[in-house]
């Protein structure tokens, strides 16, 4: 029989599973390290608010700056405002934001409230040790009358979250729906030419298109950081009202020195400005929140909001 020499060919060819093994090796042995501490950093961030989320009775989640946030949506409020009828990711979403400061930590938030909601709730969170840093309105006649109760407090994690359960079961706020996110419907106006007028992308929840611009400078509150998602951003809500129309809202940050210059872009763009007052109490910079209504065109809307952003240190 003979025999057919080895050729380099040959030898390359049958060495090439074992070389592309070895080079999967390595890779895998390159990338796990980095993937398990990437999973492992991930898992214990959420390990590390397993005590909050039981005592405020619902899930949360991760936002940047290691904060946890809970959604509350007022989905049990049928409010309308001029014919339009207000969805919770509008303007009726309570709200409410933990960062940790080592063994204490720090919560802000806002909770939307009816009337007859506000004096009970004000009394469970003072009994719990919640301090209150305003109420007021940010709409104007819409029916019924919705009010905002602001928190902002300092304290052990879960304590703050157990007194501010107690607190929302005296409203009507729905438990946490377990229920799967729902694909996003057609909004009925261009969100491209939208986003490109404002300069910057947002995204879609429970058929708002939601839009956060946070300001440059560092906020803090008693010596702690306050990250944007703790509601030191400028939000822009809009809601679809057919035609390419939107029902916008929402809340500029400013310093005092852009609160005037920021009305004159709203009023002179078709704009309401709907409320002006504070959130927190001893915030560094002194900020100012300033609520705003329209219901015309969404993307015209959206150019008139990107004049009043540019007035800011948002816009730059």
Not at 21 to 40: D, E, K, M, R, T
């Amino acid at each position: 029989m003979r025999v057919m020499p080895r050729t380099i060919s040959d030898g390359a060819f049958r060495a090439r599973p074992h070389s592309l093994a070895a080079i999967l090796f390595g890779l895998v042995c390159l990338i796990s390290p980095s993937l398990v501490a990437s999973q492992s950093t991930t898992t214990k961030a959420t390990d590390d608010w397993k005590g909050v989320e039981v005592a405020i009775g619902r899930p949360g989640q991760m936002q940047p700056g290691d904060v946890m946030k809970f959604a509350m949506p007022r989905k049990d409020l049928q409010v309308t405002l001029r014919g339009v009828a207000i969805k919770p990711g509008l303007a009726l979403g309570s709200w409410v934001a933990f960062r940790r400061d080592g063994a204490e930590g720090m919560v802000m938030g806002d909770l939307v409230l009816t009337e007859d909601e506000v004096e009970p709730v004000m009394l469970q969170l003072q009994k719990g040790g919640i301090h209150e840093s305003a109420v007021h309105n940010h709409l104007i006649g819409e029916s019924p009358r919705i009010l905002y109760m602001h928190i902002a407090s300092h304290g052990d994690p879960v304590q703050m979250a157990k007194a501010i359960h107690d607190a929302v079961a005296l409203t009507k706020t729905p438990a946490a729906d377990a229920s799967a996110a729902q694909p996003s419907a057609d909004l009925g106006f261009d969100q491209k030419q939208v986003e490109q007028a404002l300069g910057r992308g947002g995204k879609v929840n429970g058929g708002i298109l939601q839009i956060s611009v946070p300001r440059a400078e560092k906020i803090s509150d008693e010596g702690m950081v306050v990250p944007p998602s703790m509601g030191v951003a400028t939000a822009f809500n809009f809601q679809p009202t057919g035609g390419g129309k939107a029902a916008i809202t929402g809340d500029f940050v400013l310093l005092g020195r852009e609160v005037n210059p920021v009305i004159k872009a709203l009023r002179d763009n078709g704009f309401e400005v709907t409320a002006l007052h504070s959130h927190m109490l001893t915030e560094e910079p002194r900020l100012f929140f300033m609520h705003f209504w329209a219901n015309e065109d969404a993307v015209r809307l959206a150019k008139g909001l990107r004049a009043a952003l540019d007035a800011t240190n948002s816009g730059k």
